[in-house]
Nanobody
């Protein structure tokens, strides 16, 4: 069964760092663009970061540029989100997604994980 499993969330203080991981059980993982989205209570799911199937190109939401990085390890079928200088407004459930299309478009994701909660206290 193809699935994505996120981990690495937790409770941290403002200014701290966290690294999220997403392990993919997808036969052709290396052919998918991967993305991280987040959803805060009462808000829509929003794009955070994405990486192309090759890993050559990355995209970031303006709100996280310069603080977050995304990377992938094809040998381990894993994508990472390194989050530095965390702010209280980064608090949300973080979801990993996979797509053969535009990873910046939430409607085009083919697979989703169940999410991992990140809470940043002031």
């Amino acid at each position: 069964q193809e699935q994505l499993v996120e981990s690495g969330g937790g409770l941290v203080q403002a200014g701290d760092s966290l690294r999220l991981s997403c392990v993919a059980s997808i036969r052709t993982f290396s052919s998918y663009a991967m993305a991280w989205y987040r959803q805060a209570p009462g808000k829509e799911r929003e794009f955070v970061a994405a990486i192309t199937w090759s890993g050559a190109i990355t995209y970031f939401a303006d709100s996280v540029k310069g603080r977050f990085t995304i990377s992938r390890d094809k040998a381990k079928n894993t994508v990472f989100l390194q989050m530095n200088s965390l702010k209280p407004e980064d608090t949300a459930d973080y979801y990993c997604g996979a797509t053969w299309s535009d990873p910046k478009n939430v409607r085009l994701m083919k697979f989703w994980g169940k999410g991992t909660l990140v809470t940043v206290s002031a």
